[in-house]
């Protein structure tokens, strides 16, 4: 099964923490990340695609994909 999840956070070193252990778990990069101005907020927020392939196992939408 392929799964995906969109990471987002504050534009800090947290969300690059995220990243980071996101791909050290497997995932993997999926486009270009995407960056904009929350005026709300005030601050500038980030997201990131991640995509991992899980052999042996099938989708739920139950299933807690940070997890996988």
Do not use: I
Not at 4 to 28: I, K, M, Q
Not at 32 to 58: F, H, I, T
């Amino acid at each position: 099964m392929k799964l995906y999840r969109f990471l987002t956070g504050p534009d800090d070193a947290n969300f690059c923490h995220r990243v980071t252990a996101a791909l050290n778990a497997g995932w993997e990069l999926s486009g270009s990340p995407s960056y904009a101005y929350d005026a709300e907020g005030k601050v500038m927020r980030c997201g990131q695609a991640v995509v991992k392939e899980v052999l042996g196992k099938e989708y739920t939408p139950d299933m807690k994909l940070g997890e996988q």
